[in-house]
């Protein structure tokens, strides 16, 4: 009998003393759930991917100038950069970031717990992505190589490692100066007030050194340095079509009809109007260039034909540090 109320006992401490196993909580959520989508995620990765190739092609087309008419290419490579990389961003949106849909505006997050579920609302938008830092080289690679293209057209404001294209010029002693059909120049067909391109025989007319610009003066109005008297005969001068500013081509004659109010000849730059002086050597007396336009010594041969006598008297091409320090040369 006492055995039994023992037991009893037992019993009901145990039914007493026993708690309850409370059910798993259910973790509330702020986001929805979605499962993963690994096609879209293969789409955006492509997307990326095409975006950084053509990015690089831009670049490509920049560094290689060889490539005639430039400018489709750069268009179309930069363009379709852009376009995969903007619907890459909206498949993104769409297909790969969970939304999360409210009535009201978020609470400031200055608060420890307004900042805590803004972390947990990143975390649960891109609970999607299975393969999340390949989907994040490739955006990075796709953001940084357009980078890169953006920044790519700025050598264009000069030269950085390659300076001989600037120092080389296709003239020597002897050279013959031909016009733009291709003929050679006789003394007799320059006339006063007329302004001439001309070219190095033989020579690459893309060559920055080789296009020239000649005129014909008074040889009483001429005023060169003292070791450049013989570098005009019969008046004819020859300077670098080459703006020393800017590298813009000079393409104006000024000729004054009237010379109360402009007094002498001058050779213009369009683009920023550099003004010079044929008369003294090329020297600058408008706007902004550097330094004179580099003159070429000319000689007349036999029948009346012009020909270079040397090289120019200065480095051709705009007046950056890099060109100026540079000598001109002739081909070997």
């Known amino acids: 009998m006492r055995r039994l109320f023992d037991w009893l006992v037992a019993m009901i401490v145990l039914l007493l003393g026993r708690r309850r196993r409370k059910p798993p909580e259910v973790e509330e959520r702020i986001v929805p759930h979605a499962p993963?989508?690994?096609?879209?995620?293969?789409?955006?990765?492509?997307?990326?991917?095409?975006?950084?190739?053509?990015?690089?092609?831009?670049?490509?087309?920049?560094a290689l100038d060889r490539i005639g008419n430039q400018t489709p290419y750069l268009g179309l490579s930069l363009g379709l950069s852009l376009a995969f990389l903007a619907a890459a961003l909206v498949l993104l949106a769409k297909r790969l970031v969970v939304t999360e849909e409210i009535d009201e505006p978020y609470t400031p997050v200055e608060h420890p717990v307004e900042q805590a579920e803004l972390d947990e609302l990143i975390a649960e938008s891109g609970e999607r992505f299975t393969r999340k830092r390949l989907v994040t080289m490739a955006g990075a690679g796709a953001v940084g190589t357009l980078g890169l293209a953006l920044a790519a057209p700025l050598v264009s404001l000069g030269p950085v490692f390659d300076l001989e294209s600037f120092a080389t010029t296709p003239w020597r002693r002897g050279r013959l100066l031909v016009g733009e059909d291709g003929r050679p120049l006789h003394a007799d067909e320059i006339e006063e007030g007329t302004f001439y391109t001309a070219y190095a025989a033989h020579a690459d007319r893309e060559q920055?050194?080789?296009?020239?610009?000649?005129?014909?003066?008074?040889?009483?109005?001429?005023h060169l340095p003292s070791p450049r008297e013989r570098w005009a005969p019969q008046g004819i001068l020859a300077y670098s079509k080459i703006c020393t500013h800017a590298?813009?081509?000079?393409?104006?004659?000024?000729?004054?009809?009237?010379?109360?109010?402009?007094?002498?000849?001058?050779?213009?730059?369009?683009?920023?109007?550099?003004?010079f002086d044929p008369a003294t050597g090329g020297t600058v007396i408008f706007g902004p260039a550097g330094r004179p336009l580099p003159q070429l010594p000319l000689a007349v041969g036999s029948r009346g034909v012009l020909r270079a006598a040397g090289n120019f008297s200065g480095p051709v091409g705009p007046s950056w540090s890099g060109v100026r320090d540079h000598k001109p040369s002739s081909p070997a």
């Open 36 to 62: 993963p989508d690994r096609r879209a995620e293969t789409v955006l990765i492509f997307l990326f991917t095409v975006s950084a190739v053509c990015a690089g092609g831009f670049i490509a087309v920049v």
């Open 208 to 222: 920055l050194g080789s296009p020239l610009v000649l005129v014909r003066l008074p040889l009483s109005e001429l």
């Open 247 to 275: 590298g813009c081509a000079i393409s104006l004659y000024r000729y004054p009809l009237y010379p109360e109010a402009e007094p002498r000849p001058a050779l213009v730059c369009p683009c920023h109007y550099s003004t």
